[in-house]
């Protein structure tokens, strides 16, 4: 074989390596894991599916990317445009809002604990103004729905600068003629961004969608450490058969269950919203 046939393959021959060492061998041992049952090799899979945690873990789940994901987007935008006019200090505060990226999901969740706790922060404070008699309980299986809320606040709080820093980028990737134009066309600012800035940024947008909801399906740390098997979530079911169940085998079904979901949910944008976006640009 010639030498410049050999260079290319050479070139991408570590991260062949990568990609068969760490995520190849884990699905191929996952998928005999989850498909190793003495009562059959569906046996894991009717075990789950039956199973109430499942069913539990699998609607919170999907609730919390549903609150979520369009949270987090709406803000992110909101945020992007207020940063990409370049005001004064525009930079102190995109430093603010990009400080959670920088923390991992477990710091993010113990934060919110000590500012939810009964001698947190909060609590605190409502005392000391005499607003309230006794502190509030946001934690225990009493008050699951306070514990939901803290869950979605603290998501929101750390992943929306992720979604925020792709919708920024895609924002200052925006040729500024195209607005120029709007202004002597006379364009309300509202016009200006339903016309031109949103279907320029529909790209970024689909890319940021994609990534945050296939981190969504992921989401274990800050639901674990603040809810526990309170408020179970898939990622969480996964650890709990591992770690403390010691059972590999409905862990591996687990995981392979929301590999499934994230696959779909992959696929979903990718294959229909993209495609309906070149369409739209193919028919301008």
């Known amino acids: 074989m010639r030498r410049e046939y050999l260079v290319p393959f050479f070139l991408i021959l570590p991260a062949l390596i990568y990609l068969v060492v760490f995520i190849g061998f884990p699905i191929v041992g996952t998928f005999q894991l989850s498909f190793s049952s003495p009562e059959g090799w569906l046996g894991n899979f009717k075990y789950v599916f039956s199973s109430k945690d499942f069913q539990n873990a699998l609607l919170n789940t999907l609730i919390l990317a549903a609150i979520v994901i369009p949270i987090q987007l709406a803000l992110a935008i909101a945020l992007a445009l207020l940063v990409n006019k370049k005001w004064a200090g525009?930079?102190?505060?995109?430093?603010?809002?990009?400080?959670?990226?920088?923390?991992?999901?477990?710091?993010?969740?113990?934060?919110?604990?000590?500012?939810?706790?009964?001698?947190?922060?909060?609590?605190?404070?409502?005392?000391?103004?005499?607003?309230?008699?006794?502190?509030?309980?946001?934690?225990?299986?009493?008050?699951?729905?306070?514990?939901?809320?803290?869950?979605?606040?603290?998501?929101?709080?750390?992943?929306?600068?992720?979604?925020?820093?792709?919708?920024?980028?895609?924002?200052?990737s925006i040729n500024t003629e195209y607005l120029e134009a709007a202004d002597v066309f006379g364009f309300s600012p509202w016009k200006k961004f339903v016309k031109i800035t949103l279907p320029l940024l529909k790209p970024s947008i689909v890319s940021a969608l994609l990534i945050r909801t296939l981190f969504a399906f992921q989401i274990f740390g800050v639901a674990w450490l603040l809810a526990g098997r309170d408020i179970p979530v898939l990622s969480g079911e996964t650890y709990y058969w591992y770690v403390l169940r010691n059972n590999r085998n409905v862990a591996s079904t687990y995981a392979l269950v929301i590999a499934i979901i994230t696959f779909i949910v992959g696929w979903f944008y990718i294959g229909t919203i993209r495609s309906k976006h070149l369409e739209e640009g193919v028919r301008q």
Not at 93 to 98: D, E, G, Q, S, V
């Open 90 to 172: 525009y930079r102190t505060l995109l430093y603010i809002i990009a400080t959670p990226l920088a923390l991992s999901d477990v710091t993010a969740a113990l934060i919110s604990y000590s500012i939810f706790a009964p001698n947190g922060y909060l609590n605190k404070i409502l005392l000391s103004l005499n607003w309230i008699e006794r502190p509030l309980y946001f934690f225990g299986y009493m008050f699951k729905s306070r514990e939901f809320f803290v869950i979605v606040l603290t998501e929101v709080w750390r992943a929306t600068p992720l979604v925020f820093v792709i919708l920024l980028a895609g924002l200052q």
